[in-house]
């Protein structure tokens, strides 16, 4: 019983614990700053050092964290020689430590590449390096750029996850003291559902890391004077599209029907438990012979 009321009480904190932890994680810096003068180059609760700022009372440093940006962005180049600047590009953004996530390369009828389209992975640190060799491939004529800020999301799923390490190690505590098999069932489902949340919040982190990480970049290289070809499906026609209209209409009219039904069968269902018991009553009182009063006994009798 002691082991059970103390998991209750761990549950409701738990409960808390994200809120809390997250002012936790906020007033640390503040906290090392305040023990004493000479700690001005204590190290932020955040991913990464950044610059710092001078207060302008007592002069201490406070230390800030580095932004969290994804950046990701459009080029796009013409040339006279497609093969050889998509060749140029991969070289370019493999010198830089990136890589090619994607291709869609088109040629003509002699087999000569005409068009190329890469989804390049470069950087954070090298993006705009990228974009400006990339842009002496060719003529630049098109570019785009978007930076977003995730520094808010990073910090507040690094202290999720401190949170839920230290929920679990309170699990894994009152697992080690639990004695009955109701108590150990309990707690090893506890322990397993935030288990699974801190699995979740780790992914998170990842993903975000790999986004700040890796910029996005992508490149359009074409022919010089000849603008991006673009396939256009010719309509279908005869047999095809009285098919097409006629399954069109059989599954419209389909899902009209399943949708009545589906409204109307709650309905048809009470009035079937109302009206069947009803037809069986009556249809066993018409099978029942009608009973004849008894005759009276005559006078001479």
């Known amino acids: 019983m002691a082991v059970a009321g103390v998991m209750l009480l761990a549950g409701c904190g738990a409960s808390g614990n994200d809120s809390s932890t997250s002012g936790d994680a906020a007033q640390a810096p503040a906290a090392k700053q305040g023990s004493g003068e000479g700690e001005s180059n204590a190290k932020p609760q955040a991913p990464s050092a950044g610059k710092t700022d001078s207060s302008a009372g007592g002069g201490n440093e406070q230390p800030a964290i580095t932004r969290a940006i994804i ?9 006279d020689d497609v093969s050889g600047m998509r060749q140029k590009a991969v070289a370019a953004i493999g010198n830089l430590q990136g890589q090619v996530a994607s291709e869609d390369t088109g040629s003509d ?3 000569k590449i005409t ?9 954070t640190k090298s993006f705009e ?3 400006q060799r990339l842009s002496d491939l060719g003529k630049r004529t098109q570019i785009h750029q978007e930076s977003t800020d995730v520094t808010e999301q990073v910090v507040d799923v690094a202290s999720r996850i401190e949170s839920q390490r230290a929920s679990l190690d309170r699990m894994r505590a009152l697992m080690a003291k639990a004695n009955t098999i109701g108590e150990i069932v309990s707690v090893e489902s506890e322990l397993t559902r935030r288990e699974a949340d801190l699995e979740s919040l780790l992914a998170k982190q990842k993903n975000l890391s790999l986004q700040t990480d ?3 970049l992508t490149l359009t290289l074409t022919e010089k004077g000849k603008p991006p070809v673009q396939t256009v499906e010719e309509p279908d026609k005869g047999f095809v599209v009285g ?19 589906g409204a109307l069968l709650p309905f048809l269902v009470l009035l079937a438990i109302i009206l069947v018991p009803l037809w069986r009553f009556r249809s066993k009182l018409r099978r029942q012979p009608a009973t004849l009063p008894p005759a009276a006994p005559t006078s001479g009798q």
Do not use: C, M, Q, Y
């Open 214 to 216: 890796l910029a996005t």
């Open 115 to 123: 068009r190329s389209n890469l989804v390049l992975k470069v950087p």
């Open 109 to 111: 009828s002699d087999g």
């Open 129 to 131: 390096t990228a974009i």
């Open 243 to 261: 098919l097409k209209s006629g399954w069109n209409a059989f599954t419209a009219a389909f899902s009209a029907i399943a949708t009545a039904v």
């Open 71 to 79: 950046k990701s962005g459009s080029l796009a180049v013409e040339g």
